[in-house]
């Protein structure tokens, strides 16, 4: 009975405490997930004065968002690889590229947006 799982607000207090960790932890060791980050924040506002309505605002910002969601997921498997050994192995090399691979991609999506959402601003 004394290990039950938390329940209500003390489940989600505790899934926020966890998260912020995760924050602190990627910020001081991943210089991408600053990268990207700093660069979402700056959408946001950005995003505003060229977004033509609510919904190309929202889509420039949520694609930015999506690059550093995908960095963070790309992080957590470097993590986890790292955590198995140092030694090197083909197969944690395919990991590692496979993360990297699908941070790249993401990335094509904000910029297919913003393109669009520039061209329809500035050129039509």
């Known amino acids: 009975m004394g290990n039950q799982p938390l329940k209500g607000f003390a489940r989600l207090r505790a899934a926020y405490a966890n998260s ?9 060791g ?12 700056l959408s946001i506002p950005i995003a505003f ?7 190309m605002i929202a889509l420039l910002i949520i ?3 999506l690059v550093v969601i995908v960095e963070i997921l790309n992080s957590a ?10 030694e090197r192995h083909e197969l944690s090399r395919m990991a590692k590229d496979y993360g990297s691979l699908a ?7 904000p910029g297919m947006l913003w ?3 520039l061209y329809t ?3 039509s």
């Open 20 to 28: 912020m960790a995760g924050f602190r932890d990627i910020w001081h």
């Open 77 to 86: 498997i470097e993590a986890a690889i790292d955590r198995i050994g140092p």
């Open 121 to 123: 601003k500035f050129c």
């Open 30 to 41: 991943e210089e991408a997930f600053r990268i990207e980050f700093i660069v979402f924040l």
């Open 115 to 117: 393109a669009a959402a």
């Open 63 to 65: 694609s930015v968002l």
């Open 49 to 55: 004065l060229v977004g033509q309505n609510a919904i």
């Open 103 to 109: 941070v790249l991609l993401a990335a094509f999506i």
